[in-house]
């Protein structure tokens, strides 16, 4: 069932309507594709911060960038990717 509104019928509608509608079609998929790439920028970072700390080569178990306050690599996975993966940020 078609509820009532106040736009105009199709037969009733003018250029400069039209004209009006497909600017704000045009400005709202450029909004659109700026908020997918800024999603696409944070999503590329979180990658290369993961990568970063990732699993140090020479012990499996411990952060390959972080360290203590005497320079002793901290367990893998350190307080950054514990974060990453907190806000649901994990691997694609
Ligand atoms: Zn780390």
Do not use: F, K
């Not at 290369?48 to 390959?64: F, I, P, Q, T």
């Amino acid at each position: 069932m078609t509820q009532p509104t106040d736009r105009p019928g199709i037969d009733h509608l003018t250029s400069d309507m039209l004209d009006q509608l497909y600017a704000e079609c045009d400005a709202a998929q450029g909004d659109r594709d700026g908020w997918r790439e800024r999603a696409l920028g944070y999503r590329l970072a979180t990658e290369r911060v993961r990568a970063l700390h990732s699993r140090w080569e020479y012990d499996a178990n411990s952060c390959s960038v972080c360290v203590d306050c005497y320079g002793s690599p901290l367990p893998y996975p350190c307080a950054t990717v514990a974060a990453l993966d907190q806000h649901g940020q994990t691997p694609a």
